[in-house]
Nanobody
Framework: VQLVESGGSLVQAGGSQRLSCAAS????????MAWYRQAPGMQRELVAR????????NYADSVKGRFAISRDNAKNTMYLQMNSLKPEDTAVYYC????????WGQGTQVTVSS
């Protein structure tokens, strides 16, 4: 499976962004998926996860109530709607399965200015 993240950019605190993850291959539809992020000097962390069918979601406490994960299996695409962004949300965002596939995409940079 190849994963391509997009949608990240520079945004002011309080703003919103929508990230997309395009997946190739049929495995996407049968896997629970997640958005991860890695800030400079920090370990990669899981911020949101979604079941294979999209009916169940979970969030890290740091983003709960602000981020929403969704997926469209017909399009092999997953999304992360991010609202009320904070400077501490600045990171490279990646999508991958749970557990992760061996290969990661390049990620998409989200920078939140104060």
């Amino acid at each position: 499976v190849q994963l391509v993240e997009s949608g990240g950019s520079l945004v002011q605190a309080g703003g919103s962004q929508r990230l997309s993850c395009a997946a190739s291959g049929g495995a996407f539809r049968i896997k629970a998926m997640a958005w991860y992020r890695q800030a400079p000097g920090m370990q990669r962390e899981l911020v949101a996860r979604i079941s294979s069918g999209g009916g169940s979601t979970n969030y890290a406490d740091s983003v709960k109530g602000r981020f929403a994960i969704s997926r469209d299996n017909a399009k092999n695409t997953m999304y992360l709607q991010m609202n009320s962004l904070k400077p501490e949300d600045t990171a490279v965002y990646y999508c991958n399965a749970i557990p992760p596939f061996a290969s990661w995409g390049q990620g998409t940079q989200v920078t939140v200015s104060s």
